[in-house]
């Protein structure tokens, strides 16, 4: 995975828990274009690797805006992040990778977040405002104190009655406030979720039925409820080359295909990033991972090597 050097140029205290950092390249020239809803990896002062979401204005190419929560359990992750950056301190960052993005035409593009997951809508909110689309901001919140960016929401960033607050909504009380804000959607309609889990199973199970999976799209900060191993058996992984790895029960597919010299890259190692998807050319892949689309995986011709397995007794696979 190619990654570059980047500089703090600019720290600011959000919330009590949130801040965000402006990066700039350390070489001084500009970044390359990329689409709205992208993450990056950041190495961290302790090596630790995490994956952020850009909350800057895509087209604004000479810096990036990261937003990052102190974990309560963080153990060298965001905590470090927090505690040891300085404007000045150099980082090692990847390029932007995509896993939500803009539909290209909808009626309506409803972007519905709940905490710290307002940072990748806020670059998609740029974006859509830029094209002169239609859409709307929806942002969860425990209070106003605890929600970032809401100076930057309610004045500076423009998008003026399009941002709605939804503070203090307990968790029972939020299907009456979602299904008022999905209300009206036709199956033209795009909504866009990113928060806690159940925030977003909540969002899917209302807006699915109405828009279909494909026009519901999830970011997704951690790995799902960890899978039922007990019945894992070994299979077989072809690569297009011809060589074959045989995947022991309690190995990864990436695990392996790495310690024979395939170069896969991997990320979270969590299914969650996206960074070491393959293509399947043959075989039936058994997914658990929380980055490829529902229809990217009805259409089984991905895989997640860091956690998916295999249902087919042999999978044939390409590097992307
Ligand atoms: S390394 Fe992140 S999804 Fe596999």
Known sequence: MGMFKVLVSEILEETDHIKSFKLVRADGRGFDPYPAGAHIDIVGPTQVVRQYSLCSPPY?????????????????????????????????????????????????????????????MISMAYQLQREGKPFELHYFARSRELAAFTDLLEERCGFGEKVRFHFGIPRDGQPAVLREILGGLTGASHVYTCGPEGFMDRVLSLAGPVLGEDNVHIEHFQAGEPADTSGDAAFEVELDSGEVFEIPADRSIVEVLQENGVPVDTSCKEGICGTCVMGVLEGEPEHRDNCLSASEKKANDQIATCVSRARSARLMLELF
Not at 95 to 118: E, F, K, T
């Open 60 to 120: 604004d190419l000479d810096a990036y805006v990261v937003a990052v929560k102190r974990e309560p359990e963080s153990r060298g992750g965001s905590a470090a992040l927090h505690d040891r950056l300085e404007v000045g301190s150099e980082l090692e960052i990847s390029a932007p990778r995509n896993l939500m993005q803009v539909a290209g035409s909808a009626d309506r593009h409803v972007l519905v977040a709940a905490g710290i997951g307002v940072t990748p």
